[in-house]
Nanobody, 128 residues
Framework: QVQLVQSGGGLVQAGGSLRLSCAAS????????MGWFRQAPGKEREFVAA????????SYADSVKGRFTISKDLPTDTVYLQMNNLKPQDAAVYYC?????????????????????WGQGTQVTVSS
């Protein structure tokens, strides 16, 4: 049973930075593609960032491109989301997600329905 345990959310001022972590257990992490999604109150869950199984191919939502960085650390089975220059509109509950990658190479997944496993969510609050 794959488990994803998130940490690192909190309150930050606009322009500040946070790093979210998502530690995986119970599966073959190095074969998993990973993603980050977020959900603000009253809104649908939306894609933020994705990374392929080997960690060398990434994709970002336009709203976070250039400010957020997703990375995957294979030795520790952890995926990170570094968030810089945070804006009030970035405030949401952030979720990490994982799935076995059925494609080799640079393929990543950006749709909610692509993912099999989800973290518990972590709140990010940005004050203006």
């Amino acid at each position: 049973q794959v488990q994803l345990v998130q940490s690192g959310g909190g309150l930050v001022q606009a322009g500040g930075s946070l790093r979210l972590s998502c530690a995986a257990s119970g599966g073959t992490f190095r074969t998993y593609a990973m993603g980050w999604f977020r959900q603000a109150p009253g809104k649908e869950r939306e894609f933020v960032a994705a990374i392929n199984w080997s960690g060398d191919s990434t994709s970002y939502a336009d709203s976070v491109k250039g400010r957020f960085t997703i990375s995957k650390d294979l030795p520790t089975d952890t995926v990170y989301l570094q968030m810089n220059n945070l804006k009030p509109q970035d405030a949401a509950v952030y979720y990490c997600a994982a799935r076995p990658s059925i494609y080799s190479g640079t393929y990543y997944y950006t749709e909610i329905d692509d993912y099999h496993y989800w973290g518990q969510g972590t709140q990010v609050t940005v004050s203006s």
